[in-house]
């Protein structure tokens, strides 16, 4: 028997089953044919399925197109398959994301005291309060919102040497907020007892400005101030020099301090810089 005989006598007849090879996206085509049927257009299957539109195409052309919808309707439906993808599209990149910070964590481990004090040192110099031409004041004064801020700065002082009896605490919070609450919130994030706890400051409300720090979340920011402390002001200033140091520039600071020695200073930066203890 020919090939073109079997052919012909064959033409029309399904595979049998065990001639099929499994394929991975079996599943996510019989889905699609489905939503095809159902009457969804390639892009509301592919929001739904994850798939690109050319898969879909693929899978599905040979079915009939669906009747033409009216525009509100194929809003609809669009928005609906969209809400569908990012609900489960967020979960992925949720998972993802949480992966990476911990990731991140596990890099960093358990900080020395030396590191202690240089990370203490930058977030001081970014939100601590510093001296100015205007107001020549060395004292140490760290406002922040954030807890987790807030309760490192008070590991760095007490790496620093500083006694929590020499702590001073304020909250500052807009007069529209839970002021007995945010109270309570910063006691148990400091553990520090309510006498060292000065009266809370109050900001004015303003109707024109559009708050978005409102609800249950917001309690304020923190005001810590330690007592005689300009000497502990000029070394956080140290160690945040340091660490912030140009080297290019470091290393020209010798050859700039001793003028006309003839020597023509080098530009060249150091492969290191060393920082005190």
């Given at each position: 028997m020919s090939n073109s005989t079997l052919n012909n006598a064959l033409k029309g007849a399904p595979p049998p089953d065990w001639t099929r090879r499994p394929n991975a996206k079996d599943g996510l085509r019989t889905r699609a044919r489905?939503?095809?049927?159902?009457?969804?257009?390639?892009?509301?299957?592919?929001?739904?399925?994850?798939?690109?539109?050319s898969s879909v195409s693929l899978w599905v052309r040979d079915l009939?197109?669906?009747?033409?919808?009216?525009?509100?309707?194929?809003?609809?439906?669009?928005?609906?398959?969209?809400r569908r993808y990012w609900a489960a599209e967020r979960r992925v990149r949720g998972a993802q994301r949480a992966a990476d910070v911990a990731a991140a964590a596990a890099e960093i481990g358990d900080l020395s005291d030396r590191e202690l004090l240089i990370a203490g040192a930058i977030a001081y110099w970014c939100e601590g309060t510093k001296k100015k031409a205007h107001q020549n004041s060395e004292r140490v004064v760290f406002v922040n919102s954030d807890a987790g801020l807030v309760r490192f700065f008070l590991r760095f002082l007490a790496a620093a040497g500083i006694q929590r009896s020499d702590l001073t605490f304020c909250v500052h919070i807009h007069e529209t907020g839970d002021v007995d609450a945010a109270q309570a919130f910063w006691q148990e994030v400091?553990?520090?007892?309510?006498?060292?706890?000065?009266?809370p400051t109050l900001k004015r409300h303003n109707p024109k400005t559009n708050r978005k720090n409102i609800g249950e979340g917001y309690h304020g920011c923190l005001r810590i101030g330690v007592y005689r402390s300009s000497g502990l002001y000029r070394k956080i200033e140290g160690w945040a020099s340091a660490a912030m140091a140009d080297l290019t520039r470091s290393s020209l600071e010798p050859v700039l301090a001793a003028p006309g020695e003839g020597f023509e200073p080098s530009f060249s930066a150091p492969k290191a810089l060393v920082l005190p203890g």
């Amino acid at each position: 028997m020919s090939n073109s005989t079997l052919n012909n006598a064959l033409k029309g007849a399904p595979p049998p089953d065990w001639t099929r090879r499994p394929n991975a996206k079996d599943g996510l085509r019989t889905r699609a044919r489905e939503l095809r049927a159902r009457g969804l257009a390639y892009r509301e299957i592919s929001y739904e399925l994850g798939v690109s539109k050319s898969s879909v195409s693929l899978w599905v052309r040979d079915l009939p197109r669906p009747s033409r919808l009216s525009y509100a309707e194929n809003r609809r439906r669009s928005a609906e398959g969209v809400r569908r993808y990012w609900a489960a599209e967020r979960r992925v990149r949720g998972a993802q994301r949480a992966a990476d910070v911990a990731a991140a964590a596990a890099e960093i481990g358990d900080l020395s005291d030396r590191e202690l004090l240089i990370a203490g040192a930058i977030a001081y110099w970014c939100e601590g309060t510093k001296k100015k031409a205007h107001q020549n004041s060395e004292r140490v004064v760290f406002v922040n919102s954030d807890a987790g801020l807030v309760r490192f700065f008070l590991r760095f002082l007490a790496a620093a040497g500083i006694q929590r009896s020499d702590l001073t605490f304020c909250v500052h919070i807009h007069e529209t907020g839970d002021v007995d609450a945010a109270q309570a919130f910063w006691q148990e994030v400091t553990s520090a007892p309510a006498d060292q706890f000065t009266r809370p400051t109050l900001k004015r409300h303003n109707p024109k400005t559009n708050r978005k720090n409102i609800g249950e979340g917001y309690h304020g920011c923190l005001r810590i101030g330690v007592y005689r402390s300009s000497g502990l002001y000029r070394k956080i200033e140290g160690w945040a020099s340091a660490a912030m140091a140009d080297l290019t520039r470091s290393s020209l600071e010798p050859v700039l301090a001793a003028p006309g020695e003839g020597f023509e200073p080098s530009f060249s930066a150091p492969k290191a810089l060393v920082l005190p203890g």
